[in-house]
Each structure stands twice: as C-alpha cells, then as structure tokens.
C-alpha cells in the first residue's frame, strides 16, 4: 500500500500543494446519510494519528447506525436506479452498495457451500468458512464505508491511522480493479462449469464483482467532488485514548 503512495507522490512532485476544501457533514441518525450544508467549507489536511484509539471507538460506534444499511439495502435509491452512473448523492450510493456487498458476499458463501456439500466436503469445515467468510464481508463493508463515507477517506492499523482524501483514490481505484479481476476470473470458471450448481456460483460471483466495481466508481466520484487532489498537507498527532 505505502510503495503505491508513494509511486503516486512521486509523479505528483511537481503540482502544488493545495487545500481541498470539502462540506461538513451534519451529524449522522442510524440509517440516514449526513446531509451537506452549503457555506460550511472546511480545510483538509492529511492526519497521521499515531497511537489514537479515538478512530477505532468512533468505528465501534458506528454499528449501529451501519446496520441500518444492512436492513435496508435499497432505500432510498431503488436498484434500478442505482445502477446508473449519475447519481445525486454518491455518499448515498456507495453505502447502499456497501450493504448490497454484504448480502451478496454472504450468498456468494453460501452457494459455495452447498456446492461443496454435494462434493462431499466436511459440513463442519464448510460451516465455519461460511461464518468466516460471512464476517469478512461485513468487516469489509463496514470498515470500507466508515473510510469513505464517515471519513472522507481513512485507513487504519492496529498502531496508526491516516486520514487523507487521496486514499479515496486509492480505495477507488482498487475496487474497480478486484472487480474487474473477479469479472475476468469468472468468465474463465464458465467455460469448464457444466453443472448447473456450478454455474449459479459464478454468476453470484459475477454479481459480487460488479458491486466492487460500482462501490470504487463511488468511492472516485466522491474523491471527484472533495476536489480531487493527491498531495494534501500533512499533520502527524501523537497519542489520543
């Protein structure tokens, strides 16, 4: 991750560094998307936290109001007019692919597993990789919209935690990437999938691919509208409980 921002930096050395001015958010309800108050422009600035387990409480916290999401994956934004690339609130749009990401992740598990069931897998071991790969898909859903939608941008370790708009960017770009990759790798699966079970696994894993690309489109068209910059002032702040 670090070699590609600094692949990044290194190309970008010779623009100036500007502020990106971006819109406070008002404060969030569970299930709502903060909406943005005109004339509350606000600096950025790169934030290294080292040290601070401020961001990680602030996550915690947030289950709730990301479980809403979760229960409700298509509101306000019907299906099918989330799928169009001009939406009027990309916030909005990304959370409800997030949640989408969750449903689709955790279907993608569970035909995996009556597919390996039927191949005479272990049913303990199949069992415990749909848990497993059931709280993977909410970790990731959640820690991707807490990062994109509640911080603008954010990516976090056990010891530090950097806030910077261009990691939606990175974020972006990543998503779009993986999901390509698992389009590709699908249709690749296809040719040799003869049995019909077979062949419901990869299409729910074609449908999984295109909620990653859809989530980092999101992610590129928020990172658009906060000013689109790479280079952002840094400030590094010591220990925060």
Request: glycine share 6%.
């Amino acid at each position: 991750f670090w070699l590609k921002c600094l692949f990044v930096l290194k190309f970008q050395r010779d623009r100036e560094i500007l502020q990106l001015a971006c819109i406070r958010p008002t404060p969030h309800r569970p299930g709502t998307i903060a909406q943005k108050e005109p004339g509350t422009m606000v600096a950025r600035r790169c934030v290294f936290r080292c040290l601070d387990c401020s961001v990680v409480k602030e996550w915690s916290q947030s289950c709730e109001e990301y479980a809403g999401y979760i229960t409700r994956p298509l509101t306000p934004t019907p299906l099918r007019h989330l799928w169009k690339c001009d939406q009027s609130n990309w916030e909005s749009a990304f959370s409800q692919w997030s949640a989408l990401q969750f449903w689709l992740g955790l279907t993608v598990a569970i035909v995996q597993a009556v597919w390996r069931i039927l191949d005479d897998a272990p049913i303990l071991h199949t069992a415990i990789s749909v848990v497993v790969r059931a709280f993977v898909a909410y970790v990731f859903g959640h820690l991707g919209w807490f990062s994109v939608v509640r911080k603008g941008g954010c990516i976090c370790c056990i010891l530090a935690c950097c806030e910077c708009g261009m990691l939606l960017f990175i974020w972006g770009i990543l998503a779009i990437v993986y999901g390509v990759l698992g389009l590709v790798d699908c249709l690749n699966v296809s040719v040799d999938c003869f049995a019909s079970l077979c062949l419901a696994v990869v299409i729910v894993q074609a449908i999984y691919s295109i909620i990653l690309f859809y989530m980092g489109l999101c992610s590129l068209k928020i990172w658009g509208a906060r000013g689109s910059q790479l280079i952002e002032p840094l400030e590094v702040q010591g220990p925060h409980v």
